[in-house]
Every structure is written in C-alpha cells, then in structure tokens.
C-alpha cells in the first residue's frame, strides 16, 4: 500500500502539472466534477485491490485529457462554453438587489451584502454592481472602479448602456 500510494501521488501530481493550471484553478461545476473524479479514482487505486496501477493511472490521465480537452473546446467554441459553464450574472444594477436573479441562483439577500462589506463598502448605493461568477465568487464593483463597464459584457441581464449616477459621481 505504501509504494501504490506513493506512486499513485506522484502520478496525480504528474497528470494534475500536465493537464494544466485551470484543473486547480477557480473551479466551475465542469472543473470541480473533474477534481472530485480524481480525488475519487485515487481513492479507488490506493484502496481497491481489484485496480491495478495501470488502470488507475489510465483512468487518471483520462479524466484529465478530458478535462483539457473540453477546456480546449470550450475556449474556441462559444456554444461548446455554454455547455459545461454557467454565464456570470449580475445580482445587483446601479444599487439596487435584482430579487428574481437572487432567487433564480438560490442566493440570499445577506450573502450579497456580506461581499459588498467584504470590499469595504457600506452601502448598496454606492456599488454599480454585484456578479455571480462562472465560479461561485461575488465580484464586487464600486461605482467609482466602474469606468466604462466593459468587464461586465458577457454578464446576464446587465445593460451596456451607462448606468445613472443617482446623484453620486
């Protein structure tokens, strides 16, 4: 056990370094299958006495070929992304909570404001926006770091056009 498991570490670590960064990156639900997938095939090597090594490896290196080569796909491919990524969406527009977005992600009103103090704000007001990324995080974006709003294309139900100042610059 202790020479499978050693070699299997360094075989996951050998895979994990070829496969590329985004395998251990911030992680989509795509990404974080393919993570649990190997977690659960080491597991199974280091446990299973019915798995050879080579089958092991073999699955490893599969989940991650796979892995790159959806990534691979989905870069290229914009219908491919759509696919095994979620769009970013916008959670709050000028100051204001978008309730249905908040609801239709399962997220509550709290959480958003947790992130929004996080950032050293106090108050809804003064953020031009608050986005559910592809990955999970809240980013956060005062009024004063909107600029032209050109991060936010892409991001559902955000307009392109400016937003209004509320009477604040």
Do not use: H
Request: charged share 10%; hydrophobic share 50%.
């Amino acid at each position: 056990m202790l020479i499978i498991g050693s070699v299997s570490y360094a075989a996951l670590v050998l895979v994990l370094r070829a496969s590329g960064k985004r395998t251990l990156g911030q992680l989509n639900a795509f990404d974080f299958i393919v993570t649990v997938a190997l977690g659960s095939t080491l597991a199974t090597i280091l446990l299973s006495a019915d798995v050879t090594f080579a089958q092991g490896f073999t699955a490893l290196a599969l989940l991650a070929s796979l892995q790159f080569i959806v990534a691979w796909l989905s870069a290229r491919w914009p219908w491919v992304r759509s696919l095994v990524t979620a769009r970013p969406v916008a959670l709050v527009i000028d100051g204001e909570l978008q309730g249905s977005q908040l609801r239709r992600n399962r997220l509550t009103e709290s959480e958003v404001l947790q992130a929004i103090r996080s950032t050293g704000s106090g108050a809804v007001s003064d953020i031009a926006a608050v986005v559910l990324e592809t990955n999970g995080t809240l980013s956060v974006i005062p009024r004063s770091a909107l600029g032209g709003g050109s991060a936010l294309s892409g991001v559902e139900n955000w307009s392109d056009s400016p937003l209004p100042t509320n009477g604040t610059p």
